[in-house]
Nanobody
Framework: QGRLVEFGGELVQSGGSLRLSCTAS????????IAWFRQAPGNEREGVSY????????YYADSVKGRFTLSRDDTKNAVNLQMNNLKPEDTAVYYC??????????????????WGRGTQVTVSS
């Protein structure tokens, strides 16, 4: 429990799409919250989207709302982030994170228990 691995980051042109996957050791539903964060050079880590085990509706940051879709695949213990209409400002290392318990501020990176190593997403203009 607690091992998270991200896949899917690569170089893509502006307007393109990518699908990131986060596989978890054990069932993803064992974690109270699973989230995607991103961090661009010189910037703080930013919450992108999260999904709670008790709620099937994902939450999105305003910067990605309408472009990104978060989903959980219990058959693969995975949480997937579909990113469409990518923009250069989406360029960052994307991290998957999991919280075991209710934390209350699900876009606050300091409250998460487990992290993956990240996957680089680069959007060229």
């Amino acid at each position: 429990q607690g091992r998270l691995v991200e896949f899917g980051g690569e170089l893509v042109q502006s307007g393109g799409s990518l699908r990131l996957s986060c596989t978890a050791s054990g069932s993803a539903s064992h974690y109270y919250a699973i989230a995607w964060f991103r961090q661009a050079p010189g910037n703080e880590r930013e919450g992108v989207s999260y999904l709670l085990s008790v709620d099937s509706s994902p939450y999105y940051a305003d910067s990605v709302k309408g472009r990104f879709t978060l989903s959980r695949d219990d058959t693969k213990n995975a949480v997937n982030l579909q990113m469409n209409n990518l923009k250069p400002e989406d360029t960052a290392v994307y991290y998957c994170a999991a919280a075991m318990n209710r934390v209350g501020e699900y876009l606050n990176p300091t409250l998460y228990d487990y992290w993956g190593r990240g996957t680089q997403v680069t959007v060229s203009s």
